[in-house]
């Protein structure tokens, strides 16, 4: 059964950072992309920044140069590293596998980021 827990969200203000962590059980981690979406309040759920198996990464054009996507195969975790926070950032982050679209029907349930001052 998938499993994705998102971690590491909060309250921060403008210009701070976040680091974002989802571990991820029951699936092959190892051979699958993975991504980080957000969802704000009433918007739709957005793809944000993807890394391939092997670690090539591809951002939204708004948080490019400010994110940054990782992940470390041993502990099927990938991370999201957010510098230079804006308002607009504020959004419930997910993670799932895939590259330009969700592999997973299932999510977990999110990790807060709100950016304020």
């Known amino acids: 059964q998938v499993q994705l827990v998102e971690s590491g969200g909060g309250l921060v203000q403008p210009g701070g950072s976040l680091r974002l962590s989802c571990a991820a059980s029951?699936?092959?981690?190892?051979?699958?992309?993975m991504s980080w979406y957000r969802q704000a309040p009433g918007k739709e759920r957005e793809l944000v920044a993807a890394i391939t198996s092997t670690g090539g990464a591809n951002y939204i054009a708004s948080v490019k140069g400010r994110f940054t996507i990782s992940r470390d195969n041993d502990k099927n975790t990938v991370y999201l590293q957010m510098n230079s926070l804006k308002p607009e950032d504020t959004a419930v982050y997910y993670c799932?596998?895939?590259?330009?679209?969700?592999?997973?029907?299932?999510w977990g349930q999110g990790t807060q980021v709100t950016v304020s001052p």
């Open positions: 799932n596998a895939g590259f330009v679209e969700a592999a997973f029907g299932s």
């Open positions: 029951g699936f092959s981690f190892r051979r699958y992309a």
